[in-house]
């Protein structure tokens, strides 16, 4: 795979580039009061599936058959446009001049959180949505979906890890301070599959499995709506926090692309990164967009100050990684009514990141091959697939229905590297094959929906019926990768800081549920929209779950307007979380003689011996309550401000307990019986409540003759812990059930506060941006559990900055850089951090100014 996949990718782009077929519509669109472009217009033929763009001198081009089209020329903050143009030949259209809009910032019609076939734009929406466009997307130095995401979405958290094994491969990603996997992502509106990772070591989301958005290539995204609010009742399991849809580019003008690259102000983790999207016309209205991306990333290494001695990892850093992806959208017409779809990709990321440091003296070290100790590095291979194919049907009594199914894979590959298995001494290899997980997902479904006339101000109706089947899977290592081998220097077994899977903990499981949904959308008057959704479905091991929703919007007038949502819904364990298990040897040193003894640890899964003889119940749903009400206000034509507040209540939240033993006078007995010495588990142990809101203002002006657009957005988000449940044999032992730190860390995954404001300025060929990020203090009990005060990092701000220049037509080139003034985290003894460096996971990370250049081009 990583010698051909790279090459595959060009060889399907060069095919793709020679595929150019009809004639052209060329044409530029201005703003109608300064005459300068209009950058990232949008461009459609009516009736059709596909669109273009403008570029940054607001030209477009078309390539279509011979005939007659309507254009619909479109840009928020501006009234639509419509030209009338016959194709006989090659035709180039005078100047289109838009015109401002009586709103701005609003005009992109939303699909996430509605089924209906009106056109609703985010501020006609009865819940909150943020549109996030490709312009947006790459305004500055990011280049992964999650690293954007992070310094654009104040309710959108996401940190790099360090120090936690697989886990510093896959970024995990929540909104609103919720778990990794109470959001759910969608994909062109279908669901995507989550990571087959479960965290369990020193991360934030410990015991979660969240969804890799890095497998999605950035180039290849036209929009990211993010509904921020509870969405289980019309979507199914994970939608407690709310939903992302990433929507795919379905442009037919041409190739674009970039090509990107950026180093620390350190001297360390190079980004090198480029992308294309080739976009071309299928008949008269189907179309086909393909995005290849490659993205590398090297190490970066931030040193410990001196005054720590011997510290936990000596090379404490970001992990290294190769990412490769290739993806696709298209929809071909087969009749004027119907159409076939089919969208997805590929991606393959090869990474590694540096494990803890073993010194000389440890007994972890065999000084005859490593006389100064070691550096051992944790690699993995992550492979991931989706394909969706559908049809749509239009019937002449006005019903659409939709006929689809969509398959992913995730899976890992997990490998450990120069170390050793102690317990062979020389004979010991240094690299190992350490064994790895898949998880897929088939989802099969049938919607319907349809726009009814004459009932009140307007009705849409929609119903629809899902089946999906998971599948997840463990495969163990090499057996120099888990096993101690007996020696009579009771040497400790396989590969040292990062073991391989032992064979007693492979499985293959699988599950399957069914799903029936509907909603209704209901115009009162053109000034009072209600909505309500209900859901039901049903588990294969756990039952059934039934899920309802209702929401909101008036219009006081056109300046003014509240709406509001209740909900209730629920998100199924995962395979992972009731199957994974994991073993592991503690070593531990006799506090007066310093012997060291090893004993075996287990992640036991939900349905073990262990587990079961400890009144561990079957898992079972987590579910919860929404409440949301908001408003909407604009003053004038340039300016709109949104503020929505929320409750977000969450009852047996699954997290991944603390750890009980044998020592324990009341459980000895359970554990020997069963040969345990050691065990923590998978349970529904937690409630909690959330309260916040979301303030966003946005202001679109003038200044001589460039245009400055202006966002300042905010959330303040509170968890609180309200309840650890534990049963009737392990009572007392709440501490062990779920650790002080744990309890800390959870609602203190995301920090309280947190802001953007953005300037975003262009005149003519010259064009600007400047980012202010804000974080609040973050406090936490610290890993060393003999330290009494809390691990305090204290409120920050990053500053990213970006200039650029069109040099020709087509081609434009910017410089910059983020976090300019080289911000860190405060700094703690990494002894007593969970990561073994300076710096956890938090704010903005540990890795400090970053410089970066970015050349974009558009040949159509």
Known sequence: MKNYYPRTLIVLLMLCAGSTFGQSIKGRVLDADIKEGVVGATIKLDGSLFSTSTDLQGNFSLRVPKGVYKLLISFTGYETSEVQVEVSGDVTL???????????????????????????????????VDIITAQE????????????????????NSNRQSGSDIADHIDASSLR????????????????????????????????????????????????????????????????????????????DGLSGNLNSGIFTEGDGLHLNGNANYGLLIGKKGFLNITAEVLSKDKTFRATDKIYVDPQRVKFGDASYTNSSLYLNSEIPVSDRASLYVFGGISNRATDSQGFTVYPDSERNIPALFPNGFEPTIGSDIFDATITA???????SGWSIDLHNTFGKNSVQQFARNTVNTSLGIKTPTNFDAGGYSLSQNTSGISFSKSIEGVMEGLNVAFGTEYRVDSYGITAGEEASW?????????????QSFPGISPNNATSRSRSNIGVYADAELDITKSWLV???????????????????????????????????????????????????????????????????????????????????????????????NISLGMSFQPTPNVLITLDGYSVN???????????????????????????????????????????????????????????????????????????????????????????????????????????????????????????????????????????????????????????????????????????????????????????????????????????????????
């Open 94 to 128: 005078p100047d289109v001049l838009l015109k401002e809009a009586e709103a701005t910032q609003s005009d992109i019609a939303v699909a996430v959180g509605t089924r209906s076939k009106v056109s609703r734009t985010k501020i006609e929406s009865s819940a909150p």
């Open 177 to 252: 301070g919720l778990g990794p996997d109470q959001t759910l992502v969608l994909l062109n509106g279908k669901r995507y599959h989550q990571s087959s990772l479960i965290n369990t070591f020193g991360t934030r989301g410990r015991g979660n499995n969240s969804t890799d958005l890095n497998t999605i290539p950035v180039g290849s995204v036209e929009r990211i709506e993010i509904l921020r609010d509870g969405a289980a009742a019309q979507y199914g399991s994970d939608a407690i926090a709310g939903v992302i849809n990433i929507v795919l580019k379905s442009s037919t």
């Open 531 to 625: 909505t309500a959704a209900a859901r039901f479905e049903n588990y294969s091991d756990f039952g059934g779950t039934l899920n309802g929703k209702i929401s909101t919007r008036y219009k006081f007038n056109d300046k003014i307007a509240i709406r509001g949502a209740l909900s209730t819904g629920f998100r199924a364990p995962s395979l992972p979380q009731v199957f994974f298990s994991s073993t592991v040897f503690d070593v531990v040193a006799d506090e007066n003689t310093g012997k060291v003894e090893y004993f075996e640890r287990l992640i036991a899964n939900n349905q073990a011996p262990i587990t079961k003889a400890l009144g561990i119940p079957s898992l079972k749903q987590e579910v919860s309550t």
């Open 483 to 495: 096993k101690r081998y007996i020696t009579p220097e009771n040497f400790a077994g396989g590969s």
């Open 137 to 156: 997307l790459s305004a500055f130095g990011q280049m992964d979906l999650n690293q954007i995401l992070q310094f654009l979405v104040p309710s959108f």
């Open 390 to 396: 559908g049809y749509k049907l239009q019937t002449e």
């Open 650 to 860: 969450v009852q047996d939240r699954i997290v991944l307990t603390g750890g009980f033993d044998a020592t324990d006078a009341s459980l000895t007995k359970i554990f020997n019986d069963l040969n345990v010495n050691a065990a923590q588990f998978f349970a529904n142990a937690l409630d909690t409540r959330s309260l916040g809101f979301d303030a966003i203002t946005t202001i679109s002006s003038t200044i001589g003759k460039g245009k400055l657009n202006t966002s300042l957005a905010f959330n303040y988000n509170n968890m609180v812990i309200d309840n650890v449940k534990t049963n009737a044999l392990l009572k007392g032992k709440e501490d062990n059930f779920l650790g002080k730190r744990e309890r800390s860390l959870i609602p203190n995954s995301a920090p309280r506060t947190k802001f953007h404001l953005i300037f975003d300025y262009k005149n003519e060929k010259f064009f600007a941006n400047l980012r202010f990020t804000g974080f609040s203090a973050i406090e936490f009990v610290d890993y060393n559990a003999a330290n009494t005060s809390p691990v305090r990092y204290d409120p920050k701000m990053t500053t990213d900055f970006s200039v650029g220049y069109e040099i020709t037509k087509g081609i434009r080139a910017n410089l910059g850089g983020t976090n300019i003034f080289n911000a860190y985290p405060n700094k703690h003894n990494p002894n007593d951090t969970e990561t073994g460096g300076m710096y956890d996971p938090v704010q903005m990370g540990f890795s400090g100014a970053f410089a970066y250049m970015r050349l974009n081009f558009s040949l159509k």
